[in-house]
Every structure is written in C-alpha cells, then in structure tokens.
Antibody
C-alpha cells in the first residue's frame, strides 16, 4: 500500500537547522509531485512547499521562502526538507504528502503520520 | 492568494442526523467552463494525519463511505454527511488547488457530538 514515513523532527533552538526526511513506498515516486504541509499545535493546516516530479521546479509558502529547501531523490524514493534559521513559529507537525495531479494543481493523498518540530530556547 | 473560509467553526450534531459543512473561496476555484472545481475535503481525527475525503468538489476518494457527499461550484461548496456515525466526529478542512502557490486550506470545522 502507499506509505509515507517522515523522520527527523525534534527539539531545536531558534536560529538552528534541521533536516526532515520522508520515505515513500507502494507507488511510483517519480510520477508524483510531493509536498510538505505543516500544522502548528492546535491550529489548522498550512501548505509549506512543493517539488515537481524530477525536482526541477520548487515552490514555497512566503513564510518559509529563503529559509527552507525542498528536495527529492527519486533513486531512493525520498523527500527532504532542509530547514534553516528556524523560528518559534515554525513549531508544528510536518506532514509529507503525495500530490495527485488535476489540471490546475494537486490534491493531497495520502499523508504521512507527521513528524513534530519544536523550536524553543 | 485564494482565501478559504469555512463555516461554522464548530457544528454540534446528534449521531444519525445530517451534517452540512460550508466552504467559501475568495475567488472562483472552478474551471473557466465551470465543469470542474479544484476543491478537496479532508477529515482529521485527534492525533492522526488528515485523510482525503472528496476531490473535484464532489468525487469521493477511494474507500470513503457514500454517506459523505460534496457539492458546489465557483466559490461556494458544501460537504454533507447524511447520517452521522460515531467515527465521523472530527475536524474537516477544505482546500483549493486552482491557483497556487500557495495551496490554501480553510480554517477547519470541528464536528462534535451533540
């Protein structure tokens, strides 16, 4: 079955870096755009970043642009998020999400179980 | 950026009754011909990841029971749960995928037991 498993979350201090990983299985990874979506504690969902099938195109939410970098390795079926200059408001559960392409954009299915990133001094 | 607004924030309904959740977009998320709407619905239970329920405003995802239905076009959308089961009490989010970046979600509607 389709599975997405995130790792790499933890507690870090403001201004530091963290790298999230997502292992994909059960589908042809290189045939799907991939996304990161986050959810702050007790809050709603916020789309964070997108990477295209071959990794050549990337888009980011304004809130993370210039600090976060999404990437993928299709040979390993892996998705990554390099997060630099972390701030307290980056504290959230980060979900790895497969994009399912419609004409205009993607809906999201499935979602990984999430990995918690806590930014605190 | 397309802003998605859901109403109500919290909905209290008894098991077995119908629930109607609304989602409004700040601009149309339907195709120019109006035949397809770039709108999805997700369900999230406490401590779990969101799960896709509906895409294209009205198409149920694989494995989603028929009591879930979606409707609407343009800027106004509805998720209806025809006869609430205990497992349906959760938070529901709508999401547009017409104009991006960014992809945007509504703030969520919490469906609670009355």
């Amino acid at each position: 079955q389709v599975q997405l498993v995130e790792s790499g979350g933890g507690v870090v201090q403001p201004g530091t870096s963290l790298r999230l990983s997502c292992a994909a299985s059960g589908f042809t990874f290189s045939s799907h755009g991939m996304h990161w979506v986050r959810q702050a504690p007790g809050k709603g969902l916020e789309w964070v970043a997108f990477v295209s099938l071959d990794g050549s195109d990337k888009d980011y939410a304004d809130s993370v642009k210039g600090r976060f970098t999404i990437s993928r390795d299709n040979s390993k079926n892996m998705l990554y998020m390099q997060m630099n200059s972390l701030r307290a408001d980056d504290t959230a559960v980060y979900y790895c999400v497969r994009g399912v392409a419609a004409v205009s954009g993607d809906w999201f299915d499935p979602w990984g179980q999430g990995t918690l990133v806590t930014v605190s001094s | 950026e397309i802003v998605m607004t859901q109403s109500p924030d919290t909905l209290s309904v008894s098991p077995g009754e119908r629930a109607t959740l609304s989602c409004r977009a700040s601009q149309s998320v339907s195709s120019n011909l109006g035949s397809y709407s770039n709108l999805a619905w997700y369900q999230q239970k406490p401590g779990q990841a969101p799960r896709l329920l509906i895409y294209g405003a009205s198409t149920r995802a694989t494995g989603i029971p028929a009591r879930f239905s979606g409707s609407g076009s343009g800027t106004e959308f509805t998720l209806t749960i025809s006869s609430l089961q205990s497992e349906d009490f959760a938070v529901y989010y709508c999401q547009q995928y017409k104009n991006w970046p960014p992809y945007t979600f509504g703030q969520g509607t919490k469906l609670e037991i009355k």
